[in-house]
């Protein structure tokens, strides 16, 4: 799901076959630094903010998306990305 989101080729064919339909976004794409005391030097973040409407979403694809809300799955979660809701 992450792939899909950050406009990478999706690898998995069963998301794409049954993609849910979007209603609306509001999407900004963003870059922040972050310093590493490891390698003395600022390294980029990127990521996505905003809010995705989807519809017709199938239980499958819910289920994991509901396990990533409880995990905060995505890149650099320890910086606070990878978070989002479901309403």
Do not use: W
């Not at 049954?18 to 310093?35: C, G, S, T």
């Not at 995705?52 to 650099?76: C, P, Q, R, S, W």
Request: proline residues 2%; contains cysteine.
């Amino acid at each position: 799901m992450l792939e899909c989101f950050e406009g990478r080729e999706c690898t998995e064919k069963k998301f794409l076959e049954n993609f849910p339909i979007i209603l609306k976004q509001n999407i900004r794409v963003f870059d922040a630094q972050k310093y590493s005391s490891r390698t003395k030097q600022y390294m980029p973040l990127k990521g996505i903010s905003g809010e995705i409407v989807l519809d017709h979403i199938e239980e499958e694809m819910l289920e994991y998306l509901l396990a990533g809300v409880i995990t905060h799955i995505g890149k650099n979660t320890r910086l606070g990305f990878g978070k989002y809701k479901i309403k």
